[in-house]
């Protein structure tokens, strides 16, 4: 994405089939920027942005034209993804399962490049802007929604091997300028 920090991490994904990424998954990780950083950096697991709490913590990961390991097997073939820096869960919650983690709320800044990183991605490959689905629009479409989403509506259905529960809600959704369709 013009305009934006690119470190590229460990990617062990190839690029996008035809007619591919449909949609984009939103979520929220756990923890400081830098730490959450450097380990999409240097691990197997990174999406294709980062972004933090304060100004200028905002990174792309992965080229939008290929594959990011982000989301879970299958997934990750249909579906870029955006990481949101959030608070570190509280002990004895599941990893990315804690509700204080997915209720902490985005900031100013966060609100304003998670809006222009979306909005370049859902113009650059066709994404309609809409989202997040229903359950019953997430069953009906099978695991291939076209829009916007959130890791935990990934994890719905037993389309994908997934069972992280992160994601952004419903005003976070709105914030960003998507809105159900």
Not at 68 to 77: D, F, L, M, S, T
Request: glycine content about 14%; charged content about 20%.
């Amino acid at each position: 994405m013009p305009g934006i920090d690119y470190q590229p991490a460990h990617n062990p994904g190839g690029r996008f089939a035809h007619g591919n990424p449909i949609g984009v998954v939103l979520h929220k990780t756990e923890g400081g920027y830098d730490h959450v950083l450097q380990g999409f950096l240097n691990g197997r697991r990174n999406p294709h942005f980062l972004i933090g709490k304060e100004e200028l913590q905002a990174v792309q990961l992965v080229d939008t034209d290929v594959r990011a390991n982000h989301v879970g097997p299958g997934a990750n073939a249909l579906y870029i993804g955006i990481e949101f820096e959030s608070i570190a869960a509280r002990r004895g919650f599941e990893h990315r399962q804690d509700p204080n983690t997915i209720a902490d709320e985005l900031t100013p800044f966060q609100i304003s490049m998670g809006r222009d990183i979306v909005d370049w991605i859902c113009r650059t490959h066709g994404i309609p802007k809409v989202g997040p689905p229903s359950s019953t629009a997430w069953r009906v479409a099978r695991g291939h929604w076209h829009g916007v989403l959130g890791h935990a509506n990934v994890a719905q259905g037993g389309f994908f091997h997934t069972d992280h529960g992160d994601t952004l809600l419903c005003h976070d959704f709105m914030a960003l300028g998507v809105f159900p369709s």
